[in-house]
């Protein structure tokens, strides 16, 4: 009974924990080794089988038939072996190893109160086991929780039984979590632990915003339209570059949706954040071009080798263009995977003048310098930016005190440029000031 009694209760115990039969049995078995090894400090000659449907549990033991014990644990004396197996009395001899069933009785109705221990943590190991090789599959996928707890650098989630780790920096920052709030989050990666699976989910991923699209378009998931790259300032803006794999599709218009359903379900979902998509070209110029929206260039010089590109506004545009804190730059840069630099069209043409200014004509650069330099082909200030140092030895023969001192010249002439030209347009801005206080007093 006692075989049956023990088998009921961590049955029930299992079920409540959804453990599965295999895995009670197994855990049974290395709970009953463990008994035996706190009770007789090994357990290394002993095996155990459980059969759950039958509701027994067998332990053995395997001895060496000994004249003189020596070890108990391991040894047994012919006549004790007779003892306990009469039938097989003829056949044994000092030497033999001898099997003996271990009756669980022995140890009494305390076993359970000795095993609850281990049989808790052996649940505890296999239900986090469960948890990770379930996650560990689904990285990728959008999950929705609950809030349970809320720490200063982490938010906490709960889905059944598993808990979920929204760290800071996966967290949208304007946002703000409140315990039972729910959250829907993109599952990004798990670890196990000591304490545990570490499930880290996060919200500011760009994969998050794309597979929020994949739910909302529908063209997306069938794979009619790809979103080729993202970009995005978590809360603030995101700018995504969509293809259609049919003519007939408009990429952008599927994504907007009809009077808009579709980019707005996305946009409350990431706290109103402003999301601008824009159609995939093979054309860099075009595809930097719809990049920078809202902001229109006047002109672009594209390096397609470095993937560098200088875009050219209106002096009126360019602070548009740059955006807040060089958002709107920053993240056409990151979505093309050009590094785009803007200037005013004014400034675009100050730059220009001053590189292609003589060497000669700069305050400080001697006759001679700047003859040596000529004859090495270096001549104007662009030259000189175009050359590294290194080289800059080997073709002029200067030493790298001369080279230093040179571009500290050059240097120096650039930022008086353009400190001149700033006080150009702070002169003509006061200049406007005063000329509108007249004409309001007249």
Known sequence: MVNRELIEVFSEIAREKNVERSELATILEELFLYIIEREYGDSSNCSCIVNLDKGEIEIYAEKTIVEEIDDYKVEITLDEAIAKEPEAAEGLVVGDVFVEVIDLRVFGRRIINTAKHFFSQKLRDVERNYIYDDYANRIGEIVIGIVHQVQRDNVFVNIDQAELRLPRNEQIFSERYRRGDTVRSIIKSVEITSKGPDIVVSRSDNHFLNKLFEMEVPEIEDGIIDITSIARQPGERAKIIVKSNDRRIDPVGACVGMRGSRIQAVVRELNNEKID?????????????????????????????????????????????????GMNINLASKVTGYNIDAYGASQYKRIQDDQNTQLADIDGVSAKISESLSNSKIVTVNDLMEIDEESLVEVSGFSSADIENIYSLVQAFIEREIIEEDDIDDSNENLNIEESKDEEEE
């Not at 929206?293 to 875009?311: F, G, H, M, R, T």
């Open 277 to 325: 998509i824009v159609n995939f070209s093979e054309q860099p110029e075009i595809l930097i071009t719809r990049a920078l929206s809202p902001a229109k260039p006047v002109n672009l010089y594209i390096d397609e080798e470095k993937q560098y590109c200088i875009a050219i506004f209106d002096d009126e545009s360019l602070d548009f263009a740059i955006g807040r804190n």
